[in-house]
């Protein structure tokens, strides 16, 4: 991306010196702070994207979807090109052989040939030069992230146990002292749990509409088991049988949890149960659950972080490491956009 020459004065003499008969190919399309995206720039980083459009959309809607990817590659752009800028405020820089790494990586993760990854990077318009500069922009933004963002993200246990009771798991239950005062009563919830998920268990994304086809389906099967355990149906082979989550590979079991470790929907939920009842349904980020109150107890808080202690915790040791990564890519990706979004604000951006 070129530098804007800091003197019209001497833009206009470069001006002078091309030919009256010469065509005039490239033009601005932003200007960012005191660099210049190119309309050469825009098209070669929105090659692939276009070849697939002329690919898959039909003729009379290529146009508009063209349009719309055109304003989502330059904002990408303007990204790209405030990072760079703040790494270089930063002085940090990607070397020719982190690239190559970078490569090595790609090809030994997918088990393929230098020369079949530029094969298939050249069907989608992409060419070795502009996959290099993808890497160099990834990689700058990596560093940037671990010098600026990396320790404004923490991880804590207590967190990742939340997260893993969330998802289904059982066990683990902790209090901190600052949630149960010494010598104070707690209600201790005995619980098992029936989930039906909509999003895709190995965690690949998927469109809106196979999200919107899987939440109806999801809808369908767990309202056919509700109304199986509603109706007496043995709640702990129903959740073997037919649930989703983590917690079916224990009959659905959750243990017992302290009241003030429910997060509000599901405290909100079996508050107001009796013992053995089956609650409603409720919707969460992924899935629909409903539960069972096996038992209520009121224990003494120091007795509650003592049994908290001999809960089975195999399942969430198991999983623990893969929910901290998740939670922090997902805290990463929140914080990266509030810091990309402060650099957009306080960057001077012009679209032409």
Partial sequence: MRRLLPSLTALFFILLSIPAQAEVIDRI??????????QSELDTEARGAYTHIDATVPPERRQQVRQQVRGEVLDSLIDKLLVAQRAKELKIKVTEKEIDD???EV???????????LAGLAETGINEHIYRN???????????????????????????????????GGGGATTT?????????????TLQQIGCRWDDIEGRELSPEAL????????????????MAKSGGDFASLAAQYSDLMSAADQGNLGALPANELDADMLATVRGLSDGEVS?????PNAFQFFKLVKTERKNSEAVKDNAALQPT?????VKNQIIDDLYDTEMKKAFSNWAKELRDNAYIRKM
């Fill in 280 to 284: 409603g349904i409720i919707e969460t």
């Fill in 314 to 318: 195999d399942d969430f040791a198991q």
């Fill in 212 to 227: 919107t086809a899987n939440k109806e389906k999801a809808r369908e099967r767990v309202e056919k088991v509700y109304q």
């Fill in 102 to 104: 970078a490569v090595q």
């Fill in 177 to 189: 002292a600052g949630e149960a005062k010494k010598g104070g009563k707690q209600i201790v919830y």
């Fill in 134 to 168: 993808t890497l160099r922009s990834q990689l700058l933004q990596n560093k940037l992230i671990a010098q600026e963002l990396r320790n404004k993200v923490v991880i804590t246990d207590e967190m990742a146990r939340k997260e893993h009771r969330r998802r289904g």
């Fill in 29 to 38: 399309v932003a200007v960012v702070n005191n660099d210049v995206v190119t």
């Fill in 107 to 117: 090809l030994d993760r997918n088990k393929i040939t230098r020369e079949a990854l």
